[in-house]
């Protein structure tokens, strides 16, 4: 949704999210977007209000997606699962070869030296 800076402003912090001009119209006021969910934080302040886009403004941000929203979590957890799986994996790797080696240093012939004849 875009929002209109009140008269001299070009940018505002809500929530340690910023937000700057986007778009300056032709009689110089400036415009953003913003998520949905800061719409209200922001309208509250004295002097930011509800616009259609100016002239040449990019589109409006994408509405939020619920499913699409939890999927991505989803997703996440199953990567942060199978990363940890793979770690898991490659130690027990390192540790199987190194009870090869040690198995094959144990079954190899050894062999000693004995004095020479005289």
């Not at 199978?82 to 027990?92: A, D, G, M």
Request: charged share 20%.
């Amino acid at each position: 949704m875009w929002v209109k800076f009140p008269l001299g402003t070009t940018a505002v912090s809500i929530e340690q999210q910023q937000f700057v001009t986007e778009v300056t119209g032709a009689d110089g006021s400036a415009y953003f977007r913003i998520p949905d969910h800061f719409a209200g934080k922001i309208l509250s302040v004295p002097g930011f209000s509800l616009c259609n886009p100016p002239p040449g403004a990019p589109a409006d941000l994408p509405k939020a997606d619920p499913d699409r929203d939890n999927m991505i979590a989803k997703l996440s957890v199953e990567v942060q699962g199978l990363t940890k799986e793979n770690t898991r994996l490659s130690s027990e790797i390192v540790i199987l070869e190194n009870k090869i080696k040690e198995l094959i240093s144990a079954s190899a012939p050894t062999l000693t030296s004995t004095p020479a004849k005289k």
